[in-house]
């Protein structure tokens, strides 16, 4: 079915260092979201990218979106310890539907 | 405080036990969704609804029901549960037109059907 599959799976960096996942899609989208999740906790959204968007900044979240290569990419500056999450994208296909992937595990070693 | 509310948070039933997870939101929003999240599979869609007395299957339907009478709730039933639907359910909402915007997310429910 229709979703995101985010790389790497799990990703572990000393804190201050940038970390980047990236996530990929298979079908045209309509935009994309990115969210965090804290270890059994609910969703936070991050950033919504729309397809015709190339970049979004908010705080020390950048996040890209090559619609050409049908990939997006979220980085986080100078990480701390708080960092430490699941980050999920969501692409959106142009429907009532969001459809995550299984997630990028990232732990900020202190 | 703008929020999404899920009771209850922790529940361990049995086989067939009927059982009903509720969802509110105090936020108007139109659009209200449950997914499930089980290990290595991500978060699947359930159910979801456009507005009130709308709604329409996700991607894992089998098992459940909703019902959406009115705005700010949405619960989901399991009539007749089974251990395959052991899981963390996250009910969500978002405003008028649904995913082009933001989802806001519950703090889940864990749920065992020994």
């Known amino acids: 079915s229709q979703q995101g599959e985010e790389d790497p799976q799990a990703l572990s960096i000393q804190e201050g260092e940038n970390a980047t996942m990236n996530c990929s899609y298979k079908?045209?989208?309509?935009?994309l979201q990115w969210y965090r999740q804290n270890s059994g906790r609910g969703l936070v959204h991050l950033i919504l990218i729309r397809s015709n968007e190339r970049e979004k900044h908010s705080g020390r979240l950048r996040v890209t979106l090559d619609t050409s290569k049908k990939s997006s990419s979220l980085l986080i500056t100078a990480s701390r310890a708080a960092d430490t999450a699941s980050y999920f994208c969501a692409p959106n296909f142009g429907n009532e539907k969001l459809t995550f992937g299984t997630g990028t595990r990232l732990t900020i070693i202190p | 405080e703008a929020q999404v509310t899920q009771n209850p948070r922790y529940l361990i039933t049995v086989t067939g036990k009927k059982l009903t997870v509720t969802c509110s939101q105090n936020?108007?929003?139109?659009?209200m969704s449950w997914y499930r999240q089980d290990p290595g599979l991500g978060l699947r869609q359930i159910y979801y609804s456009m507005n009130v007395e709308v709604t329409d299957k996700g991607d894992v339907p089998e098992g459940y029901k909703v019902s959406r009478k009115e705005k700010r709730n949405f619960p989901l039933i399991l009539e007749s549960p089974s251990p395959n639907q052991t899981s963390l359910y996250f009910c969500?909402?978002?405003?008028?037109?649904?995913?082009?915007?933001?989802?806001?997310f519950g703090p889940g429910t864990r749920l065992t059907v020994l």
């Open positions: 936020m108007n929003h139109e659009y």
């Open positions: 969500a909402s978002s405003p008028l037109a649904g995913v082009y915007n933001e989802q806001f």
């Open positions: 079908t045209s989208i309509n935009n």
